[in-house]
């Protein structure tokens, strides 16, 4: 059964860069046409679509976030992961990391409990 | 960017009763629709794929429906453990994928 398990620092401050990551168990990666993808949830909000990477194509980011977001897979450590830089308040969410079925399939499904990163500094 | 918009903000169902959760898109996308239902504390869980398809494990009792802009989410025979907020997200065409804000659940 495929689970993620997301880690990384639940505070982070202003103006610096968030770092997440994502580790995979119960599959490969490099399985499958898959995206991995981030998703985030403000404080009472609905959630936002961060990006997606995979293992052998170029990822795709929400343009809102493309300037500051990359998402990359590690294929050794079956993993992937999250750099969001130039941190503001407005970045403090939940994020969560989540299976994307790929093209044309894009629902998610499984995702993982969630980490709350707070910006603050 | 395609706009999800969903209604009621909340909606209250009697146990066994019947609620119904309304999901509009800005443009056509055709059946490229999903469901999610969040309990608090934890992670979105996927209900619904291709506008009506149940995912593994979901009980018959929830149902999705519709195409084009206007979907809906059927859940009957409610039970106190439905009570989350459920969420529609459009994954039609290219990215961004966009969810809605999101109904809340309560049984009385």
């Known amino acids: 059964q495929l689970q993620l398990q997301e880690s990384g620092p639940g505070l982070v401050r202003p103006s610096e860069t968030l770092f997440l990551t994502c580790s995979v168990s119960?599959?490969?990666?490099?399985?499958?046409?898959?995206?991995w993808s981030w998703v985030r949830q403000s404080p009472g909000k609905t959630l936002e679509w961060i990006g997606y990477?995979?293992?052998?194509?170029?990822?795709s980011y929400n343009p809102s976030l493309r300037s500051r977001v990359a998402i990359s897979v590690d294929t050794s450590r079956n993993q992937f992961s999250l750099t969001l830089t130039s941190v503001t308040a407005a970045d403090t969410a939940v994020y969560y990391c989540?299976?994307?079925?790929?093209?044309?399939?894009?629902?998610?499904?499984?995702w993982g409990q969630g980490t709350l990163v707070t910006v603050s500094s | 960017e395609i706009l999800m918009t969903q209604s009621p903000a909340t909606v209250s169902v009697s146990p066994g009763g019947r609620a119904t959760l309304s999901c509009r898109a800005s443009?056509?996308?055709?059946?490229?629709l999903a469901w999610y239902q969040q309990k608090p504390g934890q992670a979105p869980r996927l209900l619904i794929y291709g506008a009506s398809v149940r995912a593994t494990d979901i009980p018959a009792r929830f149902r999705g429906g519709g195409s084009g802009t206007e979907f809906t989410l059927t859940i009957s025979s409610l039970q106190s453990e439905d009570s989350a907020i459920y969420f529609c997200?459009?994954?039609?065409?290219?990215?961004?994928?966009?969810f809605g804000q999101g109904t809340k659940v309560e049984i009385k």
């Open positions: 119960g599959d490969s990666v490099t399985s499958g046409t898959y995206h």
């Open positions: 443009q056509s996308i055709g059946i490229n």
């Open positions: 990477s995979y293992h052998n194509g170029s990822p």
């Open positions: 989540a299976r994307d079925q790929g093209l044309p399939r894009s629902w998610f499904d499984p």
């Open positions: 997200q459009q994954y039609d065409n290219r990215p961004p994928w966009t």
